[in-house]
């Protein structure tokens, strides 16, 4: 027999292979085989743990209507798993000529279906291919590959969620992670994937982000949730860059332990414990959670507060993490809570990759505007009221003009340069809502107001 037939150790563009790939190899501790019967070993190994119970589990390798399982409820196990091995020996000797789908490899392929694949339930499905065919060519390390992806992933919001990294050592971090509570479970003879306890996405993805960068692993990641049903099949996909990642080791090296943070390096992990907290009305959140085969209200002032969980913040939905997550601007949230500049800039450079000349030139505008500052109150309503009522950019740049001329009559030098105001502070392409978030952050650091003082100050201005 040849050796090194199968070889597992280089990487596949197909991410459910990929992720599958990467399991085989913390599951069998190798990359290498020598011999289809060594193969064969390991995959022994993976259908006895999965003994094919038809319960409709999420954490089925396989589902009732794969081939491997298909007709076959009235079998005893033994039978199932004999049916199960022949069939896979059977695609695996097989050879065809042709091309494989995930990998590109050219013949000694195998004619397969997706009905033969976990966590497949139908002909229709295409989520397991990218040309949505239902017959196709792989080769013996792809198609092998797949049968090991449920073992490399975690159960998230009633689906399955795994991620892929440009860095080698993030991979294999998740790899082996999954491995672990993976071998955990089949001690405890359960029967289901590495549960993340997380229901909601974009928590699931900020919470791994937070566990790599404590392990300082930086890279850009691709997360993806998968369904397991033939109806309504669906994929999310998101990607995490870098820079989101260095941007949490810079503000949230650790999360909430025993209490809450009163620093001002923790107004990142505050803000996290104060939009998990309340929803919009200002009530406490609740979750569901299924403990004992029950379904039980979970109230955060309880689980959070009192008991001083605050590691289940995660578990609560959270509109700052999925802002975060998803890529959209979170400077709302700094601008309504009154955040640092600090934190701010922090923020700007890292995720939005804003000049360090825009800044301090936006920075340097509100410092030259607290020659206006004679009391917080005044200077609160004839400088910063207007500013934050600007509805337009033609607004913004007139309500500058007009600051501009108030400068001129105290000062000799201008608030601002015209360059300064074409190059940095209204640059062509750049947002002036943004800039406009931005002054006011600044501004607001001037004063000693708090966030309830400006919403009693804004009442009653419409009468004025």
Known sequence: MEKEIL?????????????????????SKKN??????ELNEEVKKLFNIYTFKTSGRLGQVFSSNSKFTHNSTGKNLNERLKQALELYNGLIKESFDGYCLSCGKKDNLCSV???????????????????????????????????????????????MGFMISNNEEINKFWSEENSDEFNANIVKNIDSLVDSKINIFENFIYNMIEELQEEGLFG?????????????????????????????????????????PTKQKDEWNYLIFKYSSKDNSGKFRTRKESIDGKAKTIKFQEDVIENKYYKSTIKYFNPLIINFIQGK????????????????????KEIKGMREERLNIIKKVADNLQLFNED?????????????????????????????????????????TVDEMVLYILPSGESWYETKDILLIALYEKMNLEEETIENLNEGDEDE
């Open 7 to 27: 070889d597992f150790s280089k990487q596949v563009g197909d991410p459910m292979v990929e992720i599958g790939r990467l399991g085989l190899i913390e599951f």
């Open 32 to 37: 290498k085989f020598s011999s289809l019967d």
């Open 113 to 159: 279906s997706k009905t033969i694949f976990p966590l497949t339930t139908g002909n229709s499905n295409a989520n397991f291919t990218s040309n949505f065919s239902n017959k196709f060519l792989m080769c013996k390390v792809c198609m092998t590959s797949l049968f090991f992806a449920p073992i490399n992933m975690q159960k998230t919001t009633g689906r």
């Open 220 to 260: 850009d990641i691709t997360f993806y949730l998968i369904s397991n049903v033939d109806k309504g099949s669906e994929i999310n996909v998101v990607h995490i860059s870098e820079n989101q990642m260095k941007f949490l080791h810079n503000v949230a090296p650790k999360f909430f332990k025993n209490e809450l």
């Open 329 to 348: 601007s979170i400077l709302y949230y700094f601008k309504k809570n009154l955040c640092s500049w600090k934190l701010t800039t922090i923020y700007l």
């Open 376 to 416: 917080d109150k005044t200077f609160y309503k004839k400088i910063v009221r207007p500013i934050e009522m600007t509805k337009s950019q033609t607004e913004f740049r007139e309500n500058l003009r007009i600051l501009m001329r108030k400068f001129l009559s105290k000062s000799e030098k201008p608030l601002f």
